[in-house]
């Protein structure tokens, strides 16, 4: 592995490409750390392009701790809708509150305060401290460790907490020579632009104090080991419905996709699913009809979802009006959904 020669020109180089460069994000106008943080959240697991216009939408509701803190979850989960893994609205949500209690509505100024709320690890922490704080403290995600790779010919496995931190420890020598506002920035937005899994090298800022680019071996940096394969789940759905109401429920308070309505589903043979459904709920059934089936693909999970339309005789408690109900379902059962239109149920059925 080699090193960084000399820092303060490393950091001003990179700096000068930034401010050059960098591009006109809504979220990187402001200090704001609630903004910071909020967008550092929505790009968990999400593309800038997509999260641009619910980034937009959600300040426009909430645009300071406040009002998000006063707000109802449902509300907060409406806005987050499409944008899956929920469990960053609740997050968000819970970290606002616990900032207007504790904090006096003021978002915390000290590392392992911002550190301390929900959603918040020691990366997003970083980020936040820096860019809104203007702070040194060097924000190390997959993007910087590839970047950094290269750089160095570092051959430890990215995502190792032990190589991040070797990485991380590196850069404070580097960072107190520029803005940490600017400093941070520009490596991710080296990373998201130029030093991409097909590198840009002609115009990085770093290629005469990049190893890899000295010796052509961008190609095998960073090292990354094999992904575990996604557990596969395959669930009957049952879309309960009398007349033109829906049964749902609510899946537990922790776990994946908490607290989010969905219709029934259940992993077992179609018979034992059918039965705990009419168990669970007490149903008297008229009619099962089959919907198809649907895919969903998680970050480390695939669910293959066959879906039943299954009339009711008489109505059970738990029925809604899929139209107008104003909570959150998945994005996953959003396609059982989409499935009901397709098929005309009603109300769609005009
Ligand atoms: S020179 Fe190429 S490989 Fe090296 S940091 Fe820049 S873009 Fe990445």
Request: proline share 5%; hydrophobic share 35%; charged share 25%.
């Given at each position: 592995?080699?090193?960084?020669?000399?820092?303060?020109?490393?950091?001003?180089?990179l700096c000068e490409?930034?401010?050059?460069?960098?591009?006109?994000?809504?979220?990187?106008?402001?200090?704001?750390?609630?903004?910071?943080?909020?967008?550092?959240?929505?790009?968990?697991?999400?593309?800038?392009?997509?999260?641009?216009?619910?980034?937009?939408?959600?300040?426009?509701?909430?645009?300071?701790?406040?009002?998000?803190?006063?707000?109802?979850?449902?509300?907060?989960?409406?806005?987050?809708?499409?944008?899956?893994?929920?469990?960053?609205?609740?997050?968000?949500?819970?970290?606002?509150?616990?900032?207007?209690?504790?904090?006096?509505?003021?978002?915390?100024?000290?590392?392992?305060?911002?550190?301390?709320?929900?959603?918040?690890?020691?990366?997003?922490?970083?980020?936040?401290?820096?860019?809104?704080?203007?702070?040194?403290?060097?924000?190390?995600?997959?993007?910087?460790?590839?970047?950094?790779?290269?750089?160095?010919?570092?051959?430890?496995?990215?995502?190792?907490?032990?190589?991040?931190?070797?990485?991380?420890?590196?850069?404070d020598n580097v960072?107190?020579?520029?803005?940490?506002?600017?400093?941070?920035?520009?490596?991710?937005?080296?990373?998201?632009?130029?030093?991409?899994?097909?590198?840009?090298?002609?115009?990085?800022?770093?290629?005469?104090?990049?190893f890899a680019y000295?010796?052509?071996?961008?190609?095998?940096?960073?090292?990354?080991?094999?992904?575990?394969?996604?557990?596969?789940?395959?669930?009957?759905?049952?879309?309960?419905?009398?007349?033109?109401?829906?049964?749902?429920?609510?899946?537990?308070?922790?776990?994946?996709?908490?607290?989010?309505?969905?219709?029934?589903?259940?992993?077992?043979?179609?018979?034992?699913?059918?039965?705990?459904?009419?168990?669970?709920?007490?149903?008297?059934?008229?009619?099962?009809?089959?919907?198809?089936?649907?895919?969903?693909?998680?970050?480390?999970?695939?669910?293959?979802?066959?879906?039943?339309?299954?009339?009711?005789?008489?109505?059970?408690?738990?029925?809604?009006?899929?139209?107008?109900?104003?909570?959150?379902?998945?994005?996953?059962?959003?396609?059982?959904?989409?499935?009901?239109?397709?098929?005309?149920?009603?109300?769609?059925?005009?």
């Amino acid at each position: 592995m080699k090193s960084i020669d000399k820092p303060k020109q490393f950091a001003h180089d990179l700096c000068e490409w930034y401010r050059e460069n960098k591009r006109d994000l809504p979220f990187r106008k402001s200090r704001d750390p609630y903004r910071i943080f909020l967008s550092e959240l929505m790009l968990q697991q999400t593309q800038i392009s997509t999260m641009l216009p619910y980034y937009e939408r959600f300040i426009g509701r909430f645009p300071d701790v406040k009002s998000l803190a006063d707000a109802s979850l449902d509300e907060v989960l409406k806005y987050w809708e499409g944008l899956g893994y929920y469990s960053r609205a609740r997050y968000i949500h819970e970290s606002a509150q616990m900032i207007v209690r504790e904090f006096d509505g003021q978002f915390p100024r000290e590392l392992k305060t911002i550190e301390s709320l929900k959603g918040v690890g020691r990366y997003t922490a970083r980020a936040i401290h820096s860019i809104a704080y203007d702070e040194p403290s060097v924000a190390v995600d997959g993007n910087v460790m590839r970047v950094m790779s290269r750089v160095l010919l570092f051959d430890g496995e990215i995502k190792q907490t032990k190589n991040m931190r070797h990485i991380e420890s590196i850069l404070d020598n580097v960072i107190v020579h520029e803005r940490p506002s600017d400093f941070t920035q520009a490596l991710m937005e080296l990373g998201a632009l130029v030093c991409k899994k097909r590198p840009d090298c002609e115009v990085c800022p770093l290629k005469d104090k990049c190893f890899a680019y000295k010796l052509d071996k961008q190609d095998a940096y960073p090292v990354v080991s094999k992904a575990k394969p996604k557990t596969e789940h395959h669930y009957h759905v049952f879309v309960v419905r009398h007349q033109n109401r829906y049964l749902l429920r609510r899946r537990p308070s922790h776990g994946l996709l908490a607290n989010m309505h969905e219709f029934p589903q259940y992993e077992s043979s179609y018979e034992t699913a059918l039965e705990t459904l009419q168990n669970e709920f007490s149903l008297s059934i008229a009619a099962v009809h089959s919907l198809g089936t649907q895919k969903h693909v998680f970050s480390h999970k695939v669910w293959t979802m066959q879906a039943y339309e299954v009339v009711l005789k008489r109505p059970v408690d738990g029925l809604v009006n899929l139209e107008n109900y104003p909570n959150a379902m998945s994005k996953a059962h959003h396609k059982i959904i989409e499935k009901i239109k397709e098929k005309g149920l009603p109300p769609w059925n005009h």
